[in-house]
């Protein structure tokens, strides 16, 4: 929260969560420890609900567990599921105060609804093949194999070359790639959340639309030199479509924006999108930069699913 702003004044709006998720962080973060798990957990309850496909990647990333295991899937997993669904709820509690009785109402009746749908969820993901293999494999999460299955099909990397890994958090495309580019190659990772290390990937935390961020990114990425600009970014969703689409489209279309700042001529890009309103035009646009585009749906991404993956090869100079 800015300034000297109380946030016994701060009301929740169904749709945007932000004033919430920072008032709700503020508060919750001096009643008890472990703030990389009551983050996670402030997030899902000040957008309205945990979204447990985000929190999958977030727990993984943060090390949610005593033990410090940090790879999704793992068979400790549903404890720190369970135990970031309690921590939920203690923030929702801490903060139970600020929002007064209307909303603390409101958002008790929501959390009753989604905990039938959590479970649900539960049950695909840990009944998942990817996920299964992702654990088996040591992949810090499923969706290595959609970048495996694009890879392979398209033969996007060579030994030696240069990838920037836009919102990378839990790792496991700076993983594959990582691999796959052998010691001369080299991975650049960026995400606003933290990620543990991976040997041979270089890491900058924040937003890359800072500034200073940006600025880190350049410092190790001198010149136009990279070969491969790669997203996997999307929103926390709401489940609303009309939110959920323009945000994800604004992510998509930052992406492309930083592949059009770092790189090489005749480099690429992989980003995701979600098909809906704007997902032509961007591809419209996309196609004025890049000589040749595809649109992909692998495998692994899961078929309700409205993601798809657009390739981009060999940048133009515009």
Same mark, same amino acid.
């Given at each position: 929260?800015?300034?000297?702003?109380?946030?016994?004044?701060?009301?929740?709006?169904?749709?945007?969560?932000?004033?919430?998720?920072?008032?709700? !962080?503020?508060?919750?973060?001096?009643?008890?420890?472990?703030?990389?798990?009551?983050?996670?957990?402030?997030?899902?309850?000040?957008?309205?609900?945990?979204?447990?496909?985000?929190?999958?990647?977030?727990?993984?990333?943060?090390?949610?567990?005593?033990?410090?295991?940090?790879?999704?899937?793992?068979?400790?997993?549903?404890?720190?599921?369970?135990?970031?669904?309690?921590?939920?709820?203690?923030?929702?509690?801490?903060?139970?105060?600020?929002?007064?009785?209307?909303?603390?109402?409101?958002?008790?009746?929501?959390?009753?609804?989604?905990?039938?749908?959590?479970?649900?969820?539960?049950?695909?993901?840990?009944?998942?093949?990817?996920?299964?293999?992702?654990?088996?494999?040591?992949?810090?999460?499923?969706?290595?194999?959609?970048?495996?299955?694009?890879?392979?099909?398209?033969?996007?990397?060579?030994?030696?070359?240069?990838?920037?890994?836009?919102?990378?958090?839990?790792?496991?495309?700076?993983? !594959?790639?990582?691999?796959?580019?052998?010691?001369?190659?080299?991975?650049?990772?960026?995400?606003?959340?933290?990620?543990?290390?991976?040997?041979?990937?270089?890491?900058?935390?924040?937003?890359?639309?800072?500034?200073?961020?940006?600025?880190?990114?350049?410092?190790?990425?001198?010149?136009?030199?990279?070969?491969?600009?790669?997203?996997?970014?999307?929103?926390?969703?709401?489940?609303?479509?009309?939110?959920?689409?323009?945000?994800?489209?604004?992510?998509?279309?930052?992406?492309?924006?930083?592949?059009?700042?770092?790189?090489?001529?005749?480099?690429?890009?992989?980003?995701?999108?979600?098909?809906?309103?704007?997902?032509?035009?961007?591809?419209?646009?996309?196609?004025?930069?890049?000589?040749?585009?595809?649109?992909?749906?692998?495998?692994?991404?899961?078929?309700?699913?409205?993601?798809? !993956?657009?390739?981009?090869?060999? !940048?133009?100079?515009?």
């Amino acid at each position: 929260m800015a300034g000297n702003h109380d946030a016994r004044h701060v009301v929740p709006r169904p749709i945007e969560h932000r004033a919430v998720t920072d008032a709700l !962080y503020q508060r919750a973060r001096g009643s008890f420890g472990q703030a990389g798990e009551q983050r996670v957990a402030c997030l899902g309850v000040g957008r309205g609900g945990l979204d447990l496909d985000q929190l999958m990647v977030s727990q993984g990333t943060l090390g949610l567990s005593h033990d410090g295991v940090g790879q999704a899937g793992r068979s400790e997993a549903n404890h720190r599921l369970e135990r970031m669904g309690q921590r939920a709820k203690m923030a929702t509690l801490a903060f139970g105060e600020c929002l007064g009785s209307g909303h603390w109402g409101i958002l008790q009746t929501d959390m009753a609804k989604r905990s039938q749908s959590s479970s649900r969820w539960l049950n695909e993901h840990f009944s998942d093949p990817f996920v299964k293999r992702a654990q088996a494999e040591g992949w810090r999460s499923r969706a290595a194999f959609k970048l495996e299955e694009i890879d392979l099909r398209e033969k996007m990397f060579r030994s030696g070359a240069i990838c920037l890994d836009l919102g990378a958090a839990p790792g496991a495309w700076s993983q !594959y790639t990582r691999r796959r580019l052998g010691r001369s190659g080299q991975v650049l990772a960026t995400d606003i959340l933290p990620m543990t290390a991976l040997a041979g990937v270089e890491f900058v935390q924040g937003d890359f639309r800072d500034p200073a961020v940006f600025d880190g990114i350049l410092e190790r990425l001198p010149g136009r030199q990279v070969d491969w600009v790669l997203s996997d970014m999307a929103p926390a969703l709401s489940g609303i479509d009309a939110v959920d689409q323009p945000r994800a489209m604004d992510l998509a279309e930052l992406a492309l924006d930083m592949a059009g700042r770092v790189l090489k001529p005749g480099g690429g890009a992989l980003i995701k999108l979600f098909q809906g309103a704007g997902f032509e035009a961007l591809v419209r646009t996309t196609r004025r930069q890049f000589g040749k585009i595809k649109l992909i749906k692998p495998t692994a991404s899961r078929a309700r699913s409205a993601e798809m !993956y657009m390739l981009a090869k060999d !940048y133009r100079l515009v």
